[in-house]
């Protein structure tokens, strides 16, 4: 069964470094999508990415953050001038549409430690 | 924002049914009911979802009140690997991003 795959499994970064974290999403898939989830928490959306534009961002997708998809594969979420505070687990997820009876299908995330 | 209710924790024993119950009683008609579980060390994993009628898959099945204002997600036959965080999301037409809340974390019992 075709998965979403995520590298690196786990990032370590001192603070204030840049992070790139990717993905490479289900093949026939069409959207996109990055949340995350600090350590006892719930996951929480942060973006969503359709026809190499973002469709859909929350309050913490602030400047900071930014998706693209290089290729015709893969899908990263660059993190600028990384905070002890954005140390969490980062999901990404894709689904084939944006209809609400498609389900998104998750990789098992990058644990990124910001120290 | 999450638009559902679930218990915080539920226990069940291995090779039982478990009933994993929600609420979401602001439901409009063209919201799906979706659910997600996920496993420790894990991301999140879809389930099942419907619309108005009962649904079965190879993993669950999902029971839907005649309102919609509650739905269940049944566990056949419960095993050790089905302990998780079990979730139930609104798939709202339109919005395309998961509102996660805290879901129901089941334990299985040997």
């Known amino acids: 069964e075709p998965e979403v795959t995520q590298t690196p499994s786990h990032q370590v970064t001192q603070m204030g470094q840049e992070v790139i974290l990717r993905c490479v999403p289900i093949s026939n898939h069409l959207y996109f999508y990055w949340y995350r989830q600090i350590l006892g928490q719930k996951v929480e959306f942060l973006v969503s990415?359709?026809?190499?534009?973002?469709?859909?961002k929350s309050e913490i997708f602030d400047d900071q953050f930014s998706v693209e998809r290089p290729d015709g594969s893969n899908f990263t979420l660059k993190i600028r001038s990384t905070k002890l505070e954005d140390s969490a687990m980062y999901f990404c997820?894709?689904?084939?549409?944006?209809?609400?009876?498609?389900?998104?299908?998750f990789g098992d995330g990058t644990r990124l430690s910001i120290l | 924002d999450a638009k559902t209710t679930q218990p915080n924790s539920m226990e069940s024993n291995e090779e039982e049914p478990v009933h994993l119950p929600c609420n979401h009683s602001?439901?409009?008609?063209?919201?799906?009911i979706h659910w997600y579980r996920q496993l420790p060390s894990q991301g999140p994993e879809y389930v099942i979802h419907g619309l108005t009628s009962n649904v079965n898959n190879r993993m669950a099945s999902l029971a839907i009140a005649e309102d919609r204002k509650s739905s269940t997600l049944i566990l056949h036959r419960a095993t050790l690997r089905d302990a998780a965080v079990y979730y139930c999301i609104l798939g709202i037409q339109g919005a395309q991003k998961l509102v996660f809340g805290q879901g129901t974390r089941l334990t299985i019992n040997p």
């Open positions: 990415f359709y026809n190499n534009e973002i469709s859909e």
């Open positions: 997820a894709s689904s084939r549409s944006r209809d609400s009876n498609q389900p998104q299908h």
């Open positions: 602001t439901i409009s008609g063209t919201d799906y």
